[in-house]
């Protein structure tokens, strides 16, 4: 596999590692009594899924954009960006009919 999927692969399942631990935290402190709602309804797995995977979504998308902006050159010289000098430009007079 080559190493920038394999980068972008192992960071994403971080985010979804973050995205388990937030969900499991949200339902261990019952915030917003979570853990009523997800126990005591039908669709309280459902809704537990896509907490993860949305959550997962997002917290690995920030992981791996966290990361890819992070990542450091070593050959990178110092001396500054290099441009050319701009022209000097003169006014033009323009006449307004009145």
Excluded at 14 to 24: D, E, L, N, R, Y
Excluded at 32 to 54: C, D, Q, S, Y
């Amino acid at each position: 596999m080559p190493a920038h999927i394999r980068f972008i692969l192992t960071h994403a399942a971080v985010g979804f590692g973050i995205s388990i631990a937030f969900t499991a935290l949200l339902l261990w402190f019952n915030v917003a009594n979570l853990w009523h709602l997800v126990t005591h309804t039908t669709e309280g797995p459902i809704a537990v899924i896509m907490l993860v995977v949305f959550g997962g979504i997002t917290f690995g998308s920030a992981q791996i954009g966290y990361k890819i902006m992070t990542l450091s050159k070593d050959d990178d010289d110092q001396d500054g960006g290099k441009c050319d000098a701009l022209p000097l430009v003169e006014p033009v007079p323009v006449r307004i009919k009145r």
